[in-house]
């Protein structure tokens, strides 16, 4: 089971968008690398594409890139904190358990 699933709002702990919340868009789990909407965006300069009917528009595309799974912690619903995820069993289920409150997160 994942610390992280998509979906989750995750605060950024290292980098250039320290401080950052965002909802998780993907999970790259091969490469321990999870993309977060409105954080670590970067610039594509595309060229003009003219090939058959479809026209594809020239020039600069912002889009998110992955970032590592270890830079990012989850925020827990309930207490609104970056925390530490922790485990418990509850009805033979596994689930997800903040740190800070000791609510479950799923």
Request: hydrophobic share 40%; aromatic share 2%.
């Given at each position: 089971m994942n610390?992280?699933?998509?979906?989750?709002?995750v605060e950024v702990i290292a980098g250039d968008d320290l401080g950052a919340r965002g909802?998780?868009?993907?999970?790259?789990l091969q490469k321990d690398r999870v993309v977060v909407s409105t954080v670590n965006m970067r610039i594509k300069h595309q060229s003009a594409?003219?090939?058959g009917?479809?026209?594809?528009q020239g020039g600069r595309v912002q889009f998110e890139a992955p970032i590592h799974?270890?830079?990012?912690?989850?925020v827990c619903p309930s207490c609104d904190a970056a925390t530490r995820?922790?485990?418990?069993v509850v009805?033979?289920?596994r689930v997800r358990v903040c740190r800070k409150c000791?609510?479950?997160?799923?």
């Open positions: 610390r992280i699933k998509k979906g989750d709002t909802e998780v868009m993907r999970l790259l594409q003219r090939a009917r479809s026209q594809v799974l270890s830079n990012v912690m989850l995820v922790g485990y418990d009805d033979g289920m000791g609510k479950a997160i799923d």
